[in-house]
C-alpha cells in the first residue's frame, strides 16, 4: 500500500536551476519526511514537516506541506550537480506511527 | 552511515537457505527497522523493533523474522530463501517515534 506517490518519477535540469519534486498521499499524517538517496547508498534525511506546519526551510531545501490536498512538495533552489539522486517522500501516519510509508521516489539529473 | 551497520553487504544465496542479515548500531536508538527496496516498489518496511525483544510487523512480513536479544543488534533472518526476496535490504535506527531514520548502507541479495 503505497501511501506517498511522487510527481515526477524523473526529472533532468542543468545546474543552477530549481528542482521541484511534489508527494501526494491519501490518508491523514503525523509528519511527512524527504530523503535523498545516492546510487547504491542508504537513504539519507532531508527534512521533516509535521502536519500543522505550511512551509519549512533547510538550506537550498524548500519544502511545503497542504493537508487539505494531501500534498507536499520540495524545491532544491540553484541545484548543483551533487543533487543527482533519488528523492522520495515518506509519511508516518497517526494510524501507524512510526511505521513510514515511502513513496518510490523521484529521480533527479543535474547536468554539468 | 555513522553509527550504523550492515553484514553481509552482498550475498549470493540459493533457494530454499536460511539467510541472515544483521544491523549493528552504536547510537543507542531505541527504534530499528528492516526495509526491502525493490524497482517500481521504493522502500517497503518488512518489520520493526522498538525495544529488545520487543518486535512488530510490517506491510511485507511474510517469509521474514526478526529478532532483538540487545540493543545494539537487529537481525532479519530468511527461514528458507526464495528468489521473491532477492532485493536490497536496508536497516534504519531512530530515537524517536514519529521523528526521522537513519539508514545503513544497505545488503544486495540475491537467491538464486
Known amino acids: 500500500s503505497q501511501q506517498g506517490e511522487e510527481d515526477p518519477q524523473a526529472l533532468s535540469i542543468q545546474e543552477g536551476e530549481n528542482a521541484t519534486m511534489n508527494c501526494s498521499y491519501k490518508?491523514?499524517?503525523?509528519?511527512l519526511q524527504w530523503y535523498r538517496q545516492n546510487s547504491g547508498r542508504g537513504l539519507v534525511h532531508l527534512i521533516l514537516?509535521?502536519?500543522?506546519?505550511r512551509e519549512k526551510h533547510s538550506g537550498r531545501l524548500r519544502v511545503t506541506l497542504d493537508t487539505s490536498k494531501k500534498s507536499s512538495s520540495l524545491l532544491i533552489t540553484a541545484s548543483r550537480a551533487a543533487d543527482t539522486a533519488s528523492y522520495f517522500c515518506a509519511t508516518d501516519q497517526p494510524s501507524n506511527t512510526g511505521k513510514l510509508i515511502f513513496g518510490q521516489g523521484t529521480t533527479l539529473q543535474v547536468k554539468p | 552511515d555513522a553509527g550504523i551497520t550492515q553484514s553481509p553487504r552482498h550475498k549470493v544465496t540459493e533457494t530454499g537457505t536460511p539467510v541472515t542479515l544483521r544491523c549493528h548500531q552504536t547510537e543507542n536508538h531505541r527504534y530499528m527497522y528492516w526495509y526491502r527496496q525493490d524497482p517500481g516498489h521504493g522502500l517497503r518496511l518488512i518489520h520493526y523493533s522498538y525495544g529488545v525483544k520487543d518486535t512488530d510487523k510490517g506491510e511485507v512480513s511474510d517469509g521474514y523474522s526478526v529478532s532483538r536479544s540487545k540493543t545494539e543488534d537487529f537481525l532479519l533472518t530468511l527461514e528458507s530463501a526464495t528468489s521473491s526476496q532477492t532485493s536490497v535490504y536496508f536497516c534504519a535506527i531512530s530515537g524517536d517515534r514519529e521523528g526521522e531514520q537513519f539508514f545503513g548502507p544497505g545488503t544486495r541479495l540475491t537467491v538464486l
Open positions: 514537516i509535521r502536519s500543522n506546519e
Open positions: 490518508t491523514s499524517i503525523n509528519n
